[in-house]
């Protein structure tokens, strides 16, 4: 048989249901390829993700004895077969992504892997893994793997303990994602109880996806996001229904999702959505006008913030070597101390003599002190004798 397969929501992410799709296919010594509107095919799968709101369905040509239509983009009836469901991914579908595993631990393909030997990063699409009751041994897996894991899914922080958290700090985590998508539940405590647990600090990889247009105010989305990030977490704004969002929330959430802008600009109401309209600053306007515009004048701020990282690491590095610099003018008085003490032990000196010889001994160590030379004349005058 010929199998075409159609990714309708793209290329850019994996779909890991045709990548099991293909490797059941080709385990049967059937050809697969990618759809091509120019050839027939016994059997095409078109799977979708999406609804209208983020992917249009695909319209272009299809020449195939049969068409099988799944995926959440058109509906939940449509499900994989059973031998389908725990078949290992073909990778070989997406080769941009060959170094990254993707899938679920908790069903399907006991290996998320799937292919020869470990990844060098899983990515996870799973939804509930600490609601498992197997997820001890699952956070295990991923943690002697050795890879480095991205939790793309909400993790429920409603269910973090702190075994649990304990044992994802063994875990080489790129990125944690978690949910707060319903503005009623309040999860403050949950997520201050995380940060405190947590090895991850960096508050870039601590996403948390914000849930809008979805039955909540504009005021608690602003509290939800405002109140992530003051507790260090990274929110990231999700539209159900885009076509159907006020004007205000998609405002938000550009503000929120472009990273730059939201640590730049801190409060959402000095954020000016028609900024890159913006052009230099007109004659005779205000100087509060143009402060707020050189808010946005994001790229020679970025190069001010490097130069300023520069510095303070040239800072640190100095710092560095003149600690060390002292470490070695202690261990070269001491060691100096150490050969008065032995050039001295015997002889007849008074204190002011001693003060001399140990500013010549370490000054210019030019001439040698009147006792010295008294002792050396001794010793001659006792020779001659």
Same mark, same amino acid.
């Given at each position: 048989?010929?199998?075409?397969?159609?990714?309708?929501?793209g290329h850019r992410w994996p779909n890991l249901c045709l990548m099991k799709l293909s490797a059941y296919h080709k385990n049967r010594g059937d050809t697969v390829e990618w759809h091509r509107e $120019?050839?027939?095919?016994?059997?095409?799968?078109?799977?979708?993700?999406?609804?209208?709101?983020?992917?249009?369905?695909?319209?272009?040509?299809?020449h195939a004895d049969r068409i099988v239509r799944g995926g959440t983009g058109y509906g939940l009836d449509n499900r994989l077969p059973e031998e389908v469901e725990h078949t290992c991914p073909d990778y070989a579908l997406y080769p941009q992504f060959a170094d990254t595993a993707y899938g679920f631990l908790s069903r399907g393909c006991p290996r998320v892997w799937g292919f020869g030997g470990l990844p060098k990063d899983i990515t996870l699409l799973?939804?509930?893994?600490?609601?498992?009751?197997?997820?001890?041994?699952?956070?295990?897996?991923?943690?002697?793997?050795?890879?480095?894991?991205?939790?793309?899914?909400?993790?429920?922080?409603?269910?973090?303990?702190?075994?649990?958290?304990?044992?994802?700090?063994?875990?080489?985590?790129?990125?944690?994602?978690?949910?707060?998508?319903?503005?009623?539940?309040?999860?403050?405590?949950?997520?201050?109880?995380?940060?405190?647990?947590?090895?991850?600090?960096?508050?870039?990889?601590?996403?948390v996806y914000v849930l809008t247009n979805y039955g909540s105010s504009h005021e608690q989305?602003?509290?939800?996001i405002y109140t992530l990030r003051d507790?260090?977490?990274?929110?990231?704004?999700?539209?159900?229904?885009?076509?159907?969002?006020?004007?205000?929330?998609?405002?938000?959430?550009?503000w929120v999702n472009n990273k730059r802008l939201f640590w730049a600009i801190g409060d959402f109401n000095d954020y000016d959505p028609?900024?890159?309209?913006?052009?230099?600053?007109?004659?005779?306007? $205000?100087?509060?006008?143009n402060r707020k515009r050189r808010i946005y004048d994001l790229n020679s701020?970025?190069?001010?913030q490097k130069v300023l990282t520069e510095i303070s690491r040239t800072k640190e590095k100095i710092a560095v070597q003149q600690t060390r610099l002292r470490e070695l003018e202690q261990q070269k008085t001491e060691l100096e101390n150490v050969e008065i003490v032995g050039m001295v032990?015997?002889?007849?000196?008074?204190?002011?003599?001693?003060?001399?010889?140990?500013?010549?001994?370490?000054?210019?160590?030019?001439?040698?002190?009147?006792?010295?030379?008294?002792?050396?004349?001794?010793?001659?005058?006792?020779?001659?004798?």
């Open positions: 048989m010929r199998i075409g397969l159609i990714d309708v929501d $120019s050839r027939r095919y016994d059997l095409v799968y078109m799977s979708r993700v999406f609804t209208d709101s983020y992917s249009k369905d695909f319209t272009g040509i299809i799973e939804e509930y893994l600490l609601a498992c009751p197997d997820w001890e041994r699952l956070l295990a897996q991923l943690a002697d793997s050795g890879a480095t894991v991205d939790f793309t899914q909400g993790l429920d922080v409603r269910l973090m303990t702190p075994k649990k958290a304990a044992m994802l700090n063994r875990v080489r985590t790129k990125m944690l994602h978690f949910a707060w998508d319903n503005p009623e539940d309040d999860l403050t405590p949950y997520f201050k109880q995380f940060a405190q647990m947590t090895a991850v600090k960096d508050c870039r990889k601590r996403r989305d602003l509290y939800r507790m260090g977490y990274d929110p990231y704004v999700m539209i159900y229904e885009k076509a159907t969002a006020p004007p205000i929330t998609r405002q938000l959430q550009r028609d900024w890159r309209k913006q052009g230099a600053p007109a004659a005779g306007s $205000s100087g509060k006008e701020s970025n190069k001010l032990r015997g002889l007849s000196v008074a204190p002011e003599e001693l003060a001399a010889f140990i500013k010549a001994f370490r000054g210019s160590k030019a001439g040698a002190p009147v006792f010295m030379e008294r002792e050396e004349n001794d010793g001659l005058e006792q020779k001659t004798e």
